[in-house]
């Protein structure tokens, strides 16, 4: 039987020079295939001119840059643009890129759907197919860039942030999640700051003490709630890592004397979370921690049966928050009208039995 063949875009640095070290090459290898694919954007092994000829042909007898796929591509209004992304089994995912005035952000998904069923999220609503290779997460970046340097305008169209924001509970894929982390911050290949690549979590308490050791990058907690009781509704995985635990976790994870702070985010829908005294229940809670807050307006979707906070409930509750001396900004809906705002990230694929399987199994232990 002959071996699958390896795809480079699976690999990061270390894997690659032993995976080099394996064709008695030297580890210099990887930082030139690392530039090859990732900087340079080939996607060819044979267009890797690098390298001998006799070495090329003994990689594409081994191995192949296995790429997924644009299927569809929107601009919004506002400059937002979103990608639909065919994986090689016909699943797709969505990406998004965010252009503001002095930066570029680009939101990675990190799974086929989400298990965590939040209830006021689509992608969860959605149900859970499965995780993403560290090539379809890494992936995603690779065929933005490209598409990003195609894109006429008045701006420079380039990634300066990356967020794990997209479809999926980026912690339960850890392993694929955290390399795919390490060629983002490469410098021979995308060479981002650990301040500009931020990863979010819905709160898997254990997975983010792992992620505080194997990955310097920045972290985003979805609190949503200043108590369990608003908060078990919306987040299920609230009943085993409790608003405690979770604070707690947050309280460690960049120990001291780090000054890195963690970004708390918190969706404001009317009615649930978004009144004055959630303002000051929230304040309380945060009141010692190394956090900065994001208020996030609620994004409707079809069969979601919340609505946004007003104007009015969203500033005051920033002020509160202010008044009591935590850091706090809003953030700006971006991409609606192409459902490419927080939480509307559907992509495409459908298949309700399997998720009911799938979310036992995939449930965090
Ligand atoms: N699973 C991860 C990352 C995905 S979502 C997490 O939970 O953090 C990124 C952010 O968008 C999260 O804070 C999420 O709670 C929020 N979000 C989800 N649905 C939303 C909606 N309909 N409107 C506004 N924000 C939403």
């Known amino acids: 039987m002959v071996a699958p063949a390896v795809n480079l875009l699976d690999l990061n640095r270390s894997e690659l020079a032993a995976f080099f070290d394996s064709l008695d090459e030297p580890p210099t290898r990887a930082t030139h295939v690392l530039q090859a694919i990732h900087r340079d954007g080939l996607a060819n092994i044979d267009d890797m001119r690098m390298l001998n000829q006799g070495l090329r042909q003994r990689l594409a007898a081994c191995a192949e840059i296995k790429l997924p796929e644009i299927t569809s591509d929107h601009t919004s209004q506002d400059g937002t643009r979103k990608w639909l992304v065919r994986l090689h089994d016909g699943l797709c995912i969505e990406t998004v890129y965010i252009p503001e005035a002095e930066r570029g952000t680009l939101c990675v998904s990190s799974q086929v759907g989400c298990a965590l069923n939040c209830d006021f999220c689509a992608t969860g609503a959605q149900g859970f197919n499965r995780n993403l290779q560290v090539s379809e997460i890494i992936g995603q970046v690779w065929l933005a860039v490209r598409a990003l340097s195609q894109q006429q305008g008045r701006h420079d169209h380039h990634i300066t942030n990356i967020v794990m924001m997209g479809m999926g509970e980026p912690l339960l894929n850890f392993d694929n999640l955290v390399q795919a982390l390490d060629i983002m ?12 690549v931020t990863v979010s979590t819905a709160g898997v ?8 050791q194997a990955s310097p990058v ?41 000054k890195r702070t963690i970004l708390i985010e918190y969706t ?3 009615g649930v979370n978004d009144r004055p005294a959630h303002a000051e229940e929230l304040a309380k809670l945060l009141s010692d921690l190394p956090v ?12 979601s049966h919340y609505r946004c906070a007003s104007q ?16 706090t900004t809003t953030r700006k809906t971006r991409g609606e009208d192409i459902n490419a705002a927080c939480g509307q990230l559907i992509g495409d694929f459908q298949d309700r039995t399997r998720r009911r399987l799938q979310n036992a199994s995939a449930r965090p232990a």
Not at 292 to 303: C, E
């Open 312 to 327: 009015a409930a969203i500033d005051e509750f920033h002020a509160i928050l202010m008044q009591a001396g935590i850091n």
């Open 218 to 258: 920045s972290i985003a907690v979805s609190l949503h709630a200043p108590n369990d009781a608003i908060r078990t509704p919306l987040v299920p995985l609230n009943k085993k890592y409790p608003i405690a635990v979770l604070l707690a976790a947050c309280r460690d994870y960049f120990p001291a004397p780090s």
């Open 268 to 270: 404001l829908m009317d």
């Open 185 to 196: 911050m490469d410098d021979y290949a995308y060479g981002l700051s650990k301040h500009r």
């Open 205 to 212: 308490v254990p997975a983010m003490k792992r992620l505080s």
């Open 292 to 303: 900065k807050v994001n208020l996030i307006p609620f994004n409707p979707f079809p069969g």
